[in-house]
C-alpha cells in the first residue's frame, strides 16, 4: 500500500511547502498508477490479460495457453502476459468494459455484444481448414419422417421438438432460427417444443436417444461423436445449413493503446508460421490460422442479433 507523508508546520518555508506539495502530488499519481495494476511508473504498460472462455476444462485451458503467454512476452518488451479463464462470455465482456481484460477470444455473437457494451476493437479473426466462417445445420434421425425443411415448416405447431445448446449460441440457436424465420416460420416459439441441452454434442445426442425430432449444430458436429458412433454420419443427416457465420475474434479492450494493439496484431499473425502456436490454437478453440478482420465482417450477426435481443437479454 502506498502511503504518503505530509510535512506541516508554522516555521515550513513557502518553498518547502511549495515543493512538498509538488511530491506529494506525484506520489499521489503514482499511487492511483499501482493501483490500477496494469502500469508502471512510467505510465506504460507491464502487464496484460488475455479472456478465455473453457472449451474445455479450465485448468486443461490455462496449461494449454502457458506457451502462447510465454511466446507474447518474448516478443513483448517488458510486459507479462496472463491467461484468465472467465465462468462464461458475459464475464469476459464485463471484463473487457472494466478495462480487466485486455486481450479477449470471443466468438461473433459475443463480439458484437463486446463492441455493443465495451468498445471493444476486432483485429483478428479465427481461419479454419482455409475457411474464415463457418455454417450452422439442421440434423435429424434417419428414421424420422423429415427428409428436407419444408417438411419441418409443414408440420403442425407443436409437433416437432428442436433441440439446441443454447438461445445464444449462434449456429445453434440465433442462425438456425433466423433462417427459418426467412423460410416463412412466423412463430419460433409455437411452432416447435423447445429442448435447450447446454451443448451441440447434447443437441445431437437427444436426436440419437429419440428425444428431439429436429437439432441445430455447427457444422459438422458430428465429428465430435464419431468415436462413440461410428455410424453417426449415415443415422444423422443434414437436412439443410444457414449462410456462414464469420469465425471467432481476438478483440482488444478500448483503450489498450494502438501502438501496442498494431504490435500484437503482428505477433498474432505471425503464428500463422508457428507450428507450436497455432498447435494451440487449435487445441484450444478448433483454429488453423489467424486472418485480420474488420467489424464489418461480423454485420450479418449483429442482424441476427438485434433480430433477437429482447429474447436474448430477458
Known amino acids: 500500500m502506498c502511503g504518503i507523508t505530509i510535512l506541516g508546520g508554522y ?12 511530491a506529494t502530488l506525484a506520489a499521489l499519481a503514482a499511487c492511483g498508477d499501482d493501483e490500477a495494476g496494469g502500469n508502471n511508473e512510467n505510465g506504460d504498460i507491464d502487464e496484460l490479460s488475455m479472456g478465455f472462455v473453457p472449451s474445455q476444462d479450465a485448468g486443461e485451458i490455462e496449461a494449454t495457453v502457458e506457451p502462447m503467454e510465454e511466446h507474447l512476452e518474448e516478443h513483448l518488451d517488458d510486459i507479462s502476459v496472463e491467461a484468465n479463464v472467465m465462468t462464461d462470455y458475459a464475464a469476459l465482456v464485463e471484463g473487457m468494459r472494466t478495462q480487466s481484460i485486455d486481450i479477449g ?15 471493444v476493437n476486432v483485429a483478428l479473426k479465427a481461419e479454419r481448414f482455409g475457411d474464415d466462417s463457418y455454417l450452422a445445420q439442421f440434423v435429424v434421425h434417419e428414421d424420422s419422417d423429415i427428409e428436407s425443411l419444408d417438411d419441418v415448416l409443414e408440420a403442425e405447431p407443436g409437433e416437432l421438438t428442436w433441440a439446441y445448446g443454447d ?72 437436412i439443410e445449413y444457414t449462410e456462414p457465420i464469420p469465425n471467432d475474434t481476438i478483440s482488444y479492450r478500448s483503450d489498450l493503446p494502438e501502438e501496442l494493439t498494431e504490435e500484437l496484431t503482428d505477433i498474432f499473425l505471425g503464428f500463422n508460421d508457428d507450428e507450436e502456436m497455432i498447435e494451440i490454437m487449435e487445441d484450444v478453440y478448433n483454429w488453423t490460422g489467424v486472418l485480420e478482420a474488420e467489424s464489418e465482417d461480423y454485420d450479418i450477426v449483429r442482424d441476427t442479433y438485434e433480430r433477437f435481443q429482447d429474447e436474448i437479454e430477458e
Do not use: C
Not at 105 to 119: M, W
Not at 212 to 235: K, M, P, S
Open 11 to 22: 516555521l515550513v518555508k513557502k518553498w518547502l511547502m511549495g515543493a512538498t506539495l509538488t
Open 105 to 119: 477470444f470471443l466468438p461473433p455473437l459475443g463480439f458484437v455484444q463486446a463492441e455493443e457494451r465495451a468498445d
Open 167 to 238: 438461445t445464444t449460441s449462434t449456429a445453434g440457436y440465433l442462425f438456425p432460427a433466423s433462417h427459418l424465420i426467412d423460410e416463412g416460420l412466423e412463430d419460433i416459439n409455437e411452432h416447435f417444443g423447445h429442448q435447450t441441452v447446454g451443448g451441440h454434442d447434447n443437441a445431437l445426442q437427444s436426436l440419437l436417444d429419440g428425444q428431439a425430432d429436429l437439432a441445430t449444430t455447427f457444422d459438422d458436429a458430428r465429428d465430435n461423436l464419431a468415436d462413440e458412433h461410428e455410424d453417426i454420419y449415415d443415422t444423422l443427416e443434414v
